[in-house]
Structures are given as C-alpha cells and as structure tokens.
C-alpha cells in the first residue's frame, strides 16, 4: 500500500502532463471564485483542490493511507482521466509503473547528497515538465548478487 500511495502523490504532485489534455467546454465553468475559460483543462485545479488536498504543494504519500496503512478507499483520483475518456491503457500504465518501482527499490537505495540537495520545485516550465538535473546515490542493496542478475 505505501508503494501505491507514494505512485498515487507522485502523479499528483507533478502529473506527467501538467494540464491534461485540453477539451471544449460546452460552457464556462465557474470553480472555487475562478472562472476556467474554454477550452481548458481542470486536472491542475482538481489536484491541487484545497478541500480534497490540504497543504497541496507538500508531497506526502501518506494522504492516501487510512489511519491502519491501508490504501483509502474513499481517496481516488483520476490520474489516467475520467468518464468515457479515461485511458484505455491505464491498468498496463499503472501495473508497469509498480513494477519499475518495487524492482528499483528493491535493488538500490536511493539517497540524497548531503553536500547535494534536492530543489523540489526546479522543473522546466513546458507543457510536459521535467526535473532540471540532480545528484542522488544508488547504493545496491546487494553488491555482488546485484551485479551477477546484471550480467
């Protein structure tokens, strides 16, 4: 559960696509005071919804686990889109995901530099955002047998 809690704020935190893929409106749509012109997305606004994500912009996995470490049931969220035009591909996106995941903490621990460290809001300012470069350790959590499947 706490790997598919720290995917879930992953995807939210710093979606992919940061806007979703753009739709026409039918009207204009009034959300929290503001006005969302058309033809616009509202997975940006949907993600960082004060009501649904206190303290929005901290990245805290744990907001998707229930009070015994379980994932929530009443937490879902829409990170493949929603409705009839949710992603066909979602369960082969989502498994694949989990699965990159559980192998690369399984075979290193990932660590930040001391002398190094993380600026969590350095990304590109485009429509598919990336992290601007950082320095973090992979240490393997077994040298020899690590090196042995490598091969």
Same mark, same amino acid.
């Given at each position: !559960?706490?790997?598919?809690? +720290?995917?879930? &704020?992953?995807?939210?935190?710093?979606?992919?696509?940061?806007?979703?893929? +753009?739709? $026409?409106?039918?009207?204009?749509?009034?959300?929290?005071?503001?006005?969302?012109? &058309?033809?616009?997305?509202?997975? $940006?606004?949907?993600?960082?919804?004060?009501?649904?994500?206190?303290?929005?912009?901290?990245?805290? !996995?744990?907001?998707?686990?229930?009070?015994?470490?379980?994932?929530?049931?009443?937490?879902?969220?829409?990170?493949?889109?929603?409705?009839?035009?949710?992603?066909?591909?979602?369960?082969?996106?989502? $498994?694949?995901?989990?699965?990159? +995941?559980?192998?690369?903490?399984?075979?290193?621990? %990932?660590?930040?530099?001391?002398?190094?460290? %993380?600026?969590?809001?350095?990304?590109?300012?485009?429509? %598919? !955002?990336?992290?601007?470069?950082?320095?973090?350790?992979?240490? !393997?959590?077994? &040298? &020899?047998?690590?090196?042995?499947?490598?091969?």
């Amino acid at each position: !559960p706490k790997l598919h809690a +720290f995917i879930s &704020e992953a995807l939210r935190w710093r979606p992919v696509v940061i806007f979703g893929v +753009f739709h $026409r409106a039918t009207e204009d749509i009034i959300w929290f005071s503001a006005l969302t012109l &058309e033809p616009t997305s509202t997975h $940006r606004v949907i993600s960082r919804d004060p009501v649904a994500f206190p303290d929005r912009k901290k990245f805290g !996995p744990q907001r998707w686990l229930d009070p015994n470490s379980q994932l929530r049931t009443d937490a879902l969220f829409y990170r493949y889109g929603f409705s009839r035009r949710v992603y066909p591909g979602l369960h082969v996106a989502s $498994r694949s995901l989990y699965i990159n +995941f559980v192998l690369l903490l399984w075979s290193f621990r %990932i660590a930040e530099r001391p002398n190094a460290p %993380i600026d969590v809001d350095a990304f590109t300012n485009t429509g %598919i !955002p990336h992290a601007l470069p950082f320095e973090v350790d992979f240490v !393997p959590r077994m &040298e &020899e047998g690590l090196k042995q499947m490598m091969k």
